[in-house]
């Protein structure tokens, strides 16, 4: 049996990656590390907690003696790094719990696996996964591709693009294998409800207003979750050792065309007739360091591995849409904050 830590499992991407995993391959035993800060929400896992080859650790990974501790009493052979302190906004008040979570966090994972596996690399990896942010701005044309050079413009991408660093940097110095990946936004179930779309879709629905940061111009690449943990599952699996895999949906958006899809989709859902609440737009002040365009050209992913995403963006806003409707229990004990004074006291 491979032993496989996933850290950050409890937040929005880990725990579809933890589900896929967990459910996908019987013979993985699945440690989710995870600290569970705001956006960690075991109740993203409720229906696999109980499976035989699940494990839950709630740690912090910049402890290095407790991460060390973790990978010596579970015999780990493989690493899916995910935990990150990932919203720019918060990033711009609070630069220092990027820095920490983000680059020490990194380091104390990269030296646990060093100091663990001691030299002894047949069959193990380390599977950093990053952001496209850490390629900077794009213009109206062009792609991110692998070989970009980094040009990070706020705190988080800094943080990511600093951690991406020292991933290759144990790769080149000490032959730790190891692959990064680096996708573009993610949207889908279970996203925290600080991020766009799922705010969007609670405002639409209770009538509360939409902030557009300056004109609404901004474009974005948008990736379904379930998506980018299939390429997760891929890359782990068949990435080439010391190789960036860029990670993306074929699906570039300006964020007020974005908005307007949203709230077409809501009104349709919810029985109003399309369009009405785009009343609730509201132009704000532009973000500080605000990217103009993210696009990814994820060729090589799919010449070389074989993936390419399932879902068109139409398609994947209507089932994103259905589920948080469907879910309007989660969404209040995550609005709400009940879900962490729960989990909170259970693992105390």
Known sequence: MKNIVVTGGAGFIGSHVIRLFVNNYPEYNIINLDILTYAGN??????????????????????????????????????????????????????????????????????????????????????????DEVYGSLGDEGFFLETTAYDPHSPYSASKASSDHFVRAFHDTYGLPVVISNCSNNYGSYQFPEKLIPLFINNICNNKALPVYGKGDNVRDWLFVNDHARAIDVIFHKGKLGDTYNIGGFNEWKNIDLIKVLIKTVDKFLGREEGTSEKLITYVTDRAGHDYRYAIDSSKLKNELGWEPSLQFEEGIEKTVKWYLENEDWVKNVTSGEYQKYYQQMYE
């Open 42 to 131: 075991l109740e993203n896992l409720k229906d696999i907690e109980g499976k035989p080859n699940y494990t839950f650790i709630k740690a912090d990974i910049c402890d290095y003696d407790t991460v060390a501790d973790i990978f010596s009493k579970y015999k780990i052979d493989g690493v899916i790094h995910l935990a990150a302190e990932s919203h720019v906004d918060r990033s711009i008040k609070d630069p220092f719990s990027f820095a920490r979570t983000n680059v020490m966090g990194t380091l104390s994972l990269l030296q646990a696996a060093k100091n663990y596996w001691g030299g002894n690399f047949e069959g193990k990896l380390f599977y950093h996964v990053s952001t």
